[in-house]
């Protein structure tokens, strides 16, 4: 298991309450799934070392 | 059956949005959510024991209706709640004060829970119909945490980042961000997005948060924030580049935040002027003209007659001091 999904399982597993939990392991499956694992993969492929998104428009020139 | 499981999988993950707020917002395309237009009511708050009355122009910003442009240009006021005047009549805001003082027309269209970022679009998106000479921002010190967030009071912002190659990107809001459902879906995505990030750090702000340990303030958070100012950095860039070239004065005015009313913290490890002193570091780096009214707020506040209401929001007494203030600062600067 990767450290995203890791995290993901921890997340749902840190929360208090059994429905919480059900909902964080849900939720983090779903994401994972089709937003976050896309964003992991295109982190690698350029190489970025922060979280931050590379999808978007540039700022510069002013818009 | 779509929404209903949306329903039940973000009821508890989604912000709940103030009763306020979802009644005085609007969705905006540039900035995620504005303020509605044409409103005028009266409001309980807890703020004080009389509703409040709220009026919002066409503009969508609490006001009177701007009817005519001053041609020397005007005095545009922005910020969040601090600036929209939670808990104080209309003219008991700063704006209104500061408009008296100088005999200036100033236009304040600041909104409650508007984050540094959405003030960099408004202020290139939504300002020039004003013909601003000069913009203040309002920026009380703890609120930057906000450009960290994507989904507001149920509402989708705008999200800038920072590419590998450190340039500032800039996501828009998206087009089905419009629609209720469309918001909520793209705002749980955020919103769980955030908390997992925070969650990598040791930071845990949905149970148990206490605001006078609120991680912006801790040291051994310090780095888990620092990509926020590396963000506030260059969106302060992006405001000061506009209005050099629009040719308007720029000013940020640092409010006092609740926690420094309260005393010192318990611990070295605890700052709450952290986020204050790093604000300062990267305004002083770019030469950004801005004024702390920390000490006059402090000075002017004691138990009986406070400057804040309980909850850290400027009384009248405290928006009397802001205005005092920033009258003095733009006539040192010679702009008025």
């Not at chain 1, 429905?19 to 993969?41: C, P, R, S, T």
């Not at chain 2, 749980?188 to 948060?209: H, M, T, V, W």
């Not at chain 2, 924030?225 to 940020?252: G, M, P």
Request: some cysteine.
């Amino acid at each position: 298991m990767g450290d995203l999904e890791l995290t993901i399982t921890r997340l749902a597993l840190s929360k208090l309450k059994l429905a919480h939990k059900f909902k964080y392991f849900i939720l983090g499956a779903i994401f994972y799934l089709f937003l976050l694992q896309k964003e992991k993969n295109r982190k690698i492929k350029d190489g970025g070392a922060s979280d931050a998104s590379s999808a978007g428009d540039d700022v510069y020139p002013l818009f | 059956m779509i929404k209903k499981i949306v329903n039940l999988l973000t009821k508890k993950l989604t912000i709940e949005a103030n009763n306020v707020s979802q009644a005085f917002y609007k969705f905006d395309p540039d900035t995620g959510f504005w303020g509605a237009p044409n409103i005028k009511r009266y409001v309980q708050t807890d703020l004080k024991s009389d509703p409040m009355y709220v009026s919002h122009n066409s503009d969508g910003n609490r006001g009177v209706e701007v009817n005519e442009i001053d041609p020397k240009g005007t005095i545009v006021t922005i910020g969040g709640s601090h600036s929209w005047g939670a808990g104080v009549e209309q003219n008991q805001r700063y704006s209104e004060l500061l408009s008296d003082e100088t005999g200036r027309q100033v236009i304040n269209i600041g909104h409650a829970s508007l984050g540094f970022d959405q003030v960099c679009i408004a202020i290139m998106k939504k300002t020039k119909k004003y013909n601003p000479r000069i913009i203040i921002i309002e920026q009380y010190p703890w609120a930057v945490v906000r450009i960290l967030n994507g989904y507001v009071n149920g509402y989708v912002k705008p999200v800038f980042s920072i590419d590998k190659d450190d340039n500032l990107k800039l996501k828009k809001v998206p087009k089905f961000a419009q629609f209720p459902l469309g918001r909520k879906c793209i705002g749980s995505y955020y919103a769980y997005k955030k908390e997992l990030q925070e969650f990598r750090s040791g930071i845990n702000l949905q149970e148990n948060y206490n605001p006078l340990t609120d991680p912006v303030f801790l040291y051994w958070k310090i780095n888990h924030y620092d990509y926020l100012y590396k963000l506030l950095l260059k969106i302060t860039i992006v405001i000061r580049d506009y209005c050099r070239q629009n040719n308007i004065h720029f000013l940020i005015a640092l409010g006092a935040i609740h926690q420094q009313f309260t005393g010192s913290s318990r611990s070295d490890l605890i700052d709450y002027d952290l986020p204050r002193k790093r604000l300062k570091e990267i305004l002083n780096n770019l030469g950004i003209n801005h004024v702390d009214m920390t000490d006059a707020m402090l000075n002017e506040h004691t138990e009986i007659d406070p400057v804040i209401f309980h909850d850290g929001h400027l009384n009248a007494k405290g928006h009397n001091v802001f205005s005092s203030v920033l009258q003095k600062e733009l006539a040192v600067r010679g702009w008025i």
